[in-house]
Nanobody
Framework: QVQLVESGGGLVQAGGSLRLSCAAS????????MGWFRQAPGKERDFVAA????????TYADSVKGRFTVSRDNAKSTVYLQMNSLKPEDTAVYYC??????????????????WGQGTQVTVSS
């Protein structure tokens, strides 16, 4: 069993930055990859970024490459999403997720087993 709690969302102007955090509990944090997804109203939940157990390997959606950075601090059982140069189209609820199953850096929604409650990010023009 894993519990995930996101925080750090809010309102920011275009071009600004936010850092999202996802705190994990219930299982040794360093043993599983983590992902970030986002979902706007009326839209599908889309992949944003993922990171392997150690933080050495990451992957990003094309829409956020060069702007977002995923990282983790296993001592704190926390994964982060640093979001820079934010655009209005980044507005969404952002979710973190944990994968148990052997994929090194999962990118599909169905690869993930546990999800946080989400945190709202709103980027104004």
């Amino acid at each position: 069993q894993v519990q995930l709690v996101e925080s750090g969302g809010g309102l920011v102007q275009a071009g600004g930055s936010l850092r999202l955090s996802c705190a994990a509990s219930g299982r040794t944090f360093s043993t599983y990859p983590m992902g970030w997804f986002r979902q706007a109203p009326g839209k599908e939940r889309d992949f944003v970024a993922a990171i392997n157990w150690s933080g050495a390997l990451t992957t990003y959606a094309d829409s956020v490459k060069g702007r977002f950075t995923v990282s983790r601090d296993n001592a704190k059982s926390t994964v982060y999403l640093q979001m820079n140069s934010l655009k209005p189209e980044d507005t969404a609820v952002y979710y973190c997720a944990a994968h148990f199953g052997g994929i090194i850096v999962p990118t599909s929604i169905t690869d993930y087993n546990y999800w946080g409650q989400g945190t709202q990010v709103t980027v104004s023009s």
